[in-house]
């Protein structure tokens, strides 16, 4: 028997959903105070799958897909798989009309495997090998966005037929986020820094080789950026080094790809990006450089990853204890952590955390969410409120954590990744099964 049944009144008390900042939009509790999500309650998910276990909501990612295109109609939005490259995803944001970039090998396979037409993929990254860059032309990828001079030398000697390129520039924006992060700046690893010597000779290199064509420029200027002004400044600045290139070499460049890095709010009140501003902004900005150099409008591509997948996502952890430490800390440590969570040990993410099972209707503490991995700095989320009652065996629900969870996702401690399991429309299916003891003793060839 549950509080809802010895007091039925409680039930008009309770919200009817989630703070939409950081939730999907169908996520609501039920009659028995559960939270579902997709039409599933997430205790149900646990007791099915187990825990640390991700959760999806399809619905979620698609109205994501349907959010760009309509507040970009005329660009082409490019969906980032590093965020969350799985073949479902890959098939749901092809489905809605995105193209999609991927950064390895592996992720070419993966959206290959999906269906995803190989001229709508971009292949990026800033160390591609010999054999990645063999694999993209011989797949036949669309574009293939040009990080360094080697590059351009192992391309003319793979390209059988004209290959299309984006040179990738550093525009020199700091928007002042975390370090690792920051990729718009001029002195990183990312590209060339726009206006260079070494970003003129690029552009010289890949004009002489007959199999490449330079179709535009690429740049991208961090993650979580929430202002869209830093992307207007981005396009002023990409518009007049396509103006320098159409003054030096007499050929006008059609495509600018303004990367992403769009803000998503992972805790009640962060600031995230307002697509329609930055429709605006990015618009204005294209005016108005365009007919200060007397240059055609370039088409506009994007890449959003995070903004298309982080809110989708839901992970469920059972808490395996609680301890109070006199003076102190009140520790809840769960069944999962740092191996499915490196954000918070990377960038010093902050997530909120709520009770999955039951609606509490009573006092709460300040707890420390802590992870089961044998390190001081596994913590998944800290002073957040969880019930004062708490007990063993209940389910946690973390939000906002569809992206760059799975993708960062290790094995450390000998502990199998989580699953990945998909809601929709009341239903549940498993995309990706959790990694076994089994599985990771398959990858040894002996003593």
Known sequence: MTLLDIFPSLKT?????????VWPQDTH???????????????DIADQYGTATYVLDEDEVRARCRAYRK??????IIYAGKALMIR????????????????????????????????????HGNGKSFDELETAVKAGVGRIVVDSLTEITLLSALATKPQKVLLRLSPGIDVHGHPAVKTGV????????????????????????????????????GSQIHDPDHYGEAVRRMVAEM???????????????????????????????????????????LDAACARHHFPRPAIAMEPGRAIVAR?????????????????????????????????????ARYHVVVANRHPCGPQMTATVAGRYCEAGDVLAVDVQLPADLRPGEVLAMPCTGAYHHSLASAYNSVGRPPIIAVRDGRCRELIRRETVEDLLAREVGC
């Open 186 to 221: 001029l002195d990183q690893k990312f590209g060339f820094p726009i206006g260079s010597d070494t970003a003129a000779e690029a552009v010289e290199r890949i004009l002489r080789q007959s199999n490449l064509r330079l179709v535009g420029f690429h740049c991208h200027l």
């Open 243 to 285: 103006a320098h290139v159409r003054q030096d070499h007499g050929i006008i460049l059609t495509e600018l790809d303004l990367g992403g890095g769009h803000a998503v709010a992972y805790r009640a009140g962060d600031a995230e990006m307002n697509l329609s501003e930055l429709a605006d902004i990015i618009d204005d900005a």
């Open 312 to 348: 989708a996502g839901v992970t469920l952890y059972r808490v395996l204890s609680i301890k109070h430490v006199a003076d102190g800390h009140s520790y809840v440590t769960v069944d999962g952590g740092m191996g499915d969570n490196a954000r918070v040990a990377l960038y010093g």
């Open 13 to 21: 008390g309770m919200p009817s959903r989630l703070d939409p900042a």
């Open 88 to 123: 479902a995803v890959a098939e749901w944001v092809t489905q809605e009309g995105l193209s999609v970039d991927v950064c390895s090998a592996g992720e070419l396979a993966i959206a290959l495997a999906a269906g995803v037409d190989p001229q709508r993929i971009v292949m």
């Open 71 to 76: 507040a970009f109609p005329e660009a082409e």
């Open 29 to 43: 509790y039920d009659g028995d105070g559960r939270i579902t999500l997709g039409g599933v309650a997430l205790a």
